[in-house]
């Protein structure tokens, strides 16, 4: 199975501020990956699809890019509502995999 | 609207069987993959089990393989997870997750359910 690392595991910034949360897979994925945010107790929100497109509705202040086997979320300038956690996760080879996962805390 | 319900989870006993279901409405079942994932309490995302559209393509986590069967009635618009055997390890908020592109070979989940809670506890 391909394994995906996420970094780091939690993160603390401010409102206002860019930050970048880097996923790396163990072996190239080409660009199929995709980036999730997840609520406490909620659903996952698919945020990026195919590396570096934006999901339905979600804010231009998030992007993501990479390919082969590293990728990065971006979020330009952090809003309250951002201080969730985020997952990448490949679909490049069955069976799908997830990192496990990036916290954003307020600092 | 698209939507995916779940339901079918509970407290059961270690060793016994619980059958998940997960309703969809607001696309063409019938052309999309779909996916269960699980959240254990505190943990992060795990995909546990998922199907092709057309059933052509079937898979399963090494956690669940030969006590988990993945299957869909199209007729229904209903996925489903057998699960038999069940340990405490396998406590966790179960979700349906559809893929985001029609007939494809494997692709994000786009839409999710709210998940279904399954608490496997003597």
């Known amino acids: 199975d391909i394994q995906m690392t996420q970094s780091p595991s939690t993160l603390s910034a401010s409102v206002g501020d860019r930050v970048t949360i880097t996923c790396r897979a163990s072996?190239?994925?080409?660009?199929?990956l995709a980036w999730y945010q997840q609520k406490p107790g909620k659903a996952p929100k698919l945020l990026i699809y195919?590396?570096?497109s934006l999901g339905s509705g979600v804010p231009s202040r998030f992007s993501g890019s990479g390919s082969g086997t590293e990728f990065t979320l971006t979020i330009s300038s952090l809003q309250p509502d951002d201080f969730l956690t985020y997952y990448c996760?490949?679909?490049?080879?069955?069976?799908?995999?997830f990192g496990q996962g990036t916290k954003l805390e307020i600092k | 609207e698209v939507q995916l319900v779940e339901s079918g989870g509970g407290l059961v006993q270690p060793g016994r069987s619980l059958r998940l279901s997960c309703a969809a409405s607001?696309?063409?079942?019938?052309?999309?993959?779909m996916h269960w994932v699980r959240q254990a309490p505190g943990k992060g995302l795990e995909w546990v089990s998922g199907?092709?559209?057309?059933?052509?393509?079937?898979g399963y986590a090494d956690s669940v393989k030969g006590r988990f069967t993945i299957s869909r009635d199209n007729a229904k618009n209903s996925l489903y997870l057998q699960m038999n055997s069940l340990r405490p390890e396998d406590t966790a908020l179960f979700f349906c997750?559809?893929?985001?592109?029609?007939?494809?070979?494997?692709?994000?989940?786009?839409?999710w359910g709210q998940g279904t809670m399954v608490t496997v506890s003597s």
């Open positions: 199907i092709g559209w057309n059933s052509g393509i079937i």
């Open positions: 996760q490949q679909y490049n080879t069955y069976p799908p995999t």
């Open positions: 607001g696309f063409t079942f019938d052309d999309y993959g």
């Open positions: 195919d590396a570096s």
């Open positions: 997750a559809k893929e985001k592109n029609k007939k494809g070979q494997s692709d994000a989940f786009d839409i």
């Open positions: 072996q190239s994925i080409s660009r199929w």
